[in-house]
């Protein structure tokens, strides 16, 4: 496992589009602007992730099992506990405006350092991240695990990935009882990696929405035609 801090920097354009992807009034640029320079002196992206040439791990013992030859990369990443202690005081303040736009910024700068994430992978490896994906909370195939006594990677859950880098160091990100991550301001995903660009969808803030079960969003993106 390797960790990794990203420098994920938002522009004025950047934040313009922010506040219109989320509905804010133009009027809430300032706002934003100074809400995310807090953000900015409080909290880093950190990003602990793996890399492994095999398809299937076992679950027990965490030992790769050399069953093909794709490669793969896990990753848990997060903004740490700093933003949800920001976001705890300015609700007790009754600053609602102040919770929601943190909860934006932080989906924002994470969204944004998935780009910044694909630059080290392609720098390490020589390869590009195919399609990020969004595992399921709770773990996928039980029936199969009891057989065979490892999973797939295409078939790993969040609860999985979380483990797995725990079990190699990782103290920063875990997961409660409901399998909500803490801190709050945390991602978890993984992706095969190409030797290319070609067929390779790049447009990760897209395919965020795509991967989310949640389709009523009311800030969901639309994939361009």
């Known amino acids: ?130 399609q990020i994906k969004f595992p399921d909370i709770e773990e996928k195939g039980k029936d199969y695990h009891l057989r065979r006594g490892h999973c797939k990677t295409q078939e790993i859950s969040m609860i999985e990935i979380v483990d797995q880098l725990s079990r190699q160091g990782m103290t920063d990100v875990i997961y409660n009882q409901a399998g909500v991550l803490i801190p709050k301001k945390s991602v978890v995903f993984y992706s095969t990696l190409g030797e290319s660009h070609k067929d390779i969808k790049t447009d990760h803030s897209a395919n965020i929405c795509e991967q989310c079960s949640n389709k009523e969003c009311t800030n969901r993106k639309k994939r361009k035609k």
């Open 1 to 130: 496992m390797k960790q990794i801090v990203l420098n994920c920097q938002l522009s004025d354009h950047a934040l313009e589009n922010m506040i219109r992807r989320y509905h804010f009034n133009d009027t809430d640029f300032l706002l934003s602007k100074k809400i995310y320079q807090r953000i900015r002196s409080l909290s880093e992206v950190k990003a602990f992730y793996k890399i492994t040439t095999d398809i299937e791990m076992d679950i027990e013992t965490d030992v790769e099992i050399n069953v093909g030859h794709d490669k793969s990369v896990i990753c848990v990443m997060t903004l740490g506990n700093a933003l949800d202690k920001l976001q705890d005081e300015y609700h007790a303040l009754g600053k609602e405006l102040e919770v929601y736009l943190i909860e934006c910024l932080a989906m924002f700068i994470l969204e944004q350092s998935y780009t910044e994430f694909e630059h080290v992978i392609s720098q390490e490896t020589g390869l590009c991240l195919k």
